[in-house]
């Protein structure tokens, strides 16, 4: 169980036009099941990095392994075909289509994966099934799923987010933020459904946040700007 | 990728009010640009239709346009008359197998007289060589007595045996009358989709009798001639404003025109209707092609609309769209998105102007058949106009692509994080 899950050496990735690098990292590793909390000033490339490992951006120089495959290897639509199979993403603020009802965000995730949906549907009789349960995992259920999700408080929009990001199993949950918009009491109680549901699932959770009291949910702690070396060269001395 | 139309639909469902005007705009431009065609069509259908049989057109020397337009179509007004010794010569020619007078010029509440002989009725012809016949009644036999077309015994609410008063001129308002001399309605014409029906017939004896006390369009003061008393003068016309000419054999036809033209005692013009209505759509085609011009870029116009709110709506769509990118979607999906939405609006559009069209035509062809004797064919779509449909959709469909790409450009550079 412990191989790596992500594997990044030698990265560096600049904005077009701009000559010095964004970010730079030498080598970064996550292994199954871990609980990373990543942290860092604005600007420390935390943006950057998820944008890497989703595939949208292709880093100049070295290497980023995701479940053992080499991201920077392929080409754009089989890295938006591998994010769509392997990566749930929870953002911090509007993580729904307002136009779709509460199930129907969830099940996007399968519609545009069929390994995801091939694994939602081992678990129940239809993607909309799967959906309802995660939801009601997360405490949503009966006369909401039918709700414009416009209508949603941020905490529940936040927890559809989650279900979406979880249907079908990834391997990997990316959440940039997830918390900020809710209050510390429901920070808590959202962090401890996530952590839950990918316990059950058994998926690695990479966490982004600048709110460093919420670390102590994680087995392990990194700082971006610690191990960005283009921000650390940035800084004055 | 089979959930992307559905996705589209709904996406476009959440905005249906902004795009719900642009459906109407485009339906709207491709309805005109369609009606356009047909009326044009239609038009030139139901004038060709208007004559038949009829080999030559004989008046006084004018363009054979305007001849045609006021001896067949009832438009406008004869500048000169012909005179009856003329019409005599051209009858006798060894070639023409029958003539037929046409005296015009005075009305009845707006529709044409035309003073004529009961020859007309058997002679004249239309569309496909059909005969002129009786919904009531029959000919005039007698001086004061008429046959009025289908439209007029409508309109009017006239039937057999009714008496009607002509009026000295042509036009609806303030025409001096013949009232002294009111004619009997003895037959009404059956429905033709012609001027004929837009005609009221009287002998042409009877523009004589009525015109006995009359000079220079005006009653001649304290001279009154009764109508039992017009049988004692000379009834015989001293001109007529056209004639109809039927051949022996069309083969004849350039022989009898070259002999009218040449006619030395007279300045007359023989026409052939075809040949005049070719002429006619020469000059008529201009604007035809410019009004089909205008309504083009009225579509044009409506689909920039259509490209303007979908990139306008495209701003507050960013997150939509990262959203979107981060289940998976390829940016190539994101540009099937936007373009198969702008894409149904425009053939949803165009549909619905079609039908549109086709319920305005049905609504609107009996006015136009009785007010312009313009026959609008009633029709979903035609043959012709299908090409017109297809260029509109087709420009439609290439507009959809700026909104596509612009969405596609954008959704690269955003990726999973929209700069707002």
């Known amino acids: 169980m412990n191989r790596a899950v992500i594997d990044i050496r030698d990265l560096r990735f600049a904005w077009p036009g701009q000559d010095a690098p964004c970010l730079d990292i030498e080598s970064l590793q996550v292994e199954a099941g871990e609980r990373v909390f990543i942290h860092g000033p604005s600007g420390s490339g935390k943006s950057t990095l998820l944008g890497l490992l989703g595939g949208v951006l292709a880093a100049q120089r070295g290497s980023i392994d995701v479940l053992g495959t080499r991201l920077e290897k392929l080409r754009p639509a089989q890295r938006d075909r591998f994010r769509a199979d392997h990566i749930g993403f929870l953002f911090q603020l509007f993580n729904l289509i307002p136009y779709l009802s509460v199930v129907d965000n969830v099940v996007l995730a399968g519609q545009f994966s069929a390994r995801r949906r091939a694994q939602a549907l081992a678990s129940s009789a239809t993607l909309r099934d799967e959906a309802i349960r995660l939801l009601a995992d997360l405490d949503l259920g009966g006369a909401l799923l039918e709700r414009r999700v416009t209508d949603l408080s941020v905490g529940q929009q936040q927890r559809v987010a989650a279900a979406r990001a979880v249907l079908g199993r990834p391997e990997i949950i990316v959440a940039d933020e997830p918390t900020s918009a809710l209050d510390a009491d429901r920070q808590s109680a959202f962090l401890d459904l996530l952590l839950h549901e990918c316990d059950a699932a058994g998926t690695t959770l990479l966490f982004v946040s600048h709110d460093h009291r919420l670390a102590a949910h994680f087995t392990r702690e990194i700082a971006l700007h610690g191990v960005n070396c283009s921000w650390r060269e940035r800084q004055p001395a | ?420």
């Open chain 2, 1 to 420: 990728m089979t959930h992307l139309p559905g996705l589209a639909l709904r996406s476009a469902w959440n905005r249906r009010h902004t795009l719900g005007l642009t459906l109407i705009a485009i339906a709207l431009s491709v309805a005109l640009l369609l009606g356009v065609d047909r009326v044009r069509q239609d038009a030139r259908a139901s004038f060709g239709q208007s004559v038949s049989g009829t080999d030559l057109v004989v008046g006084a020397r004018t363009s054979p346009v305007q001849l045609m337009l006021y001896a067949v179509f009832r438009i406008g007004e004869a500048t000169a008359n012909m005179s009856w010794a003329g019409y005599e010569k051209i009858s006798a020619h060894p070639l023409v197998a029958w003539a037929v007078p046409l005296a015009l010029g005075d009305s009845h509440r707006g529709y044409s007289v035309v003073g004529t002989t009961r020859d007309y009725f058997d002679r004249f012809s239309y569309g496909a060589g059909k005969k002129l016949a009786y919904a009531q009644g029959e000919a005039f036999s007698t001086v004061f007595e008429a046959v009025i077309g289908a439209d007029v015994a409508q309109r009017l609410g006239y039937r057999a045996g009714d008496r009607i008063v002509l009026n000295h001129g042509a036009g609806d308002v303030d025409l001096a009358e013949h009232s002294d001399k009111p004619f009997i309605v003895t037959g009404v014409l059956s429905r033709t989709g012609t001027p004929v029906d837009r005609s009221v017939h009287v002998p042409l004896e009877a523009i004589e009798a009525i015109h006995l006390d009359w000079q220079g369009g005006a009653p001649i003061p304290g001279v009154a001639i009764a109508p039992e008393h017009v049988t004692k003068f000379d009834l015989r016309p001293k001109a007529i404003t056209a004639m109809l000419v039927g051949l022996k054999n069309r083969a004849g036809v350039f022989r009898v025109q070259r002999h009218v033209n040449e006619l030395k005692d007279e300045a007359l013009v023989a026409v052939l209707p075809a040949v005049a209505l070719d002429q006619l759509w020469q000059v008529v085609g201009v604007a035809e092609r410019v009004l089909l011009a205008v309504s083009a870029m009225v579509v044009a116009v409506g689909l920039a609309g259509l490209v303007a709110v979908v990139l306008a709506g495209l701003n507050e769509r960013r997150r939509e769209l990262a959203i979107l990118r981060s289940v998976g979607a390829r940016p190539r999906d994101i540009f099937f998105l936007l373009t198969l939405e702008a894409m149904g609006v425009t053939v949803v559009g165009a549909l619905l102007g079609v039908m549109l069209l086709a319920a305005l035509t049905a609504l609107f062809a009996p006015l136009a058949a009785s007010q312009y004797g313009l026959v609008l064919e009633p029709r979903l779509i035609a043959r012709s106009e299908l090409a017109l449909l297809a260029a509109a959709v087709g420009v439609g469909i290439l507009a959809s692509l700026i909104p596509g790409y612009r969405a596609y450009r954008l959704s690269l550079a955003d990726g999973l994080t929209p700069r707002l």
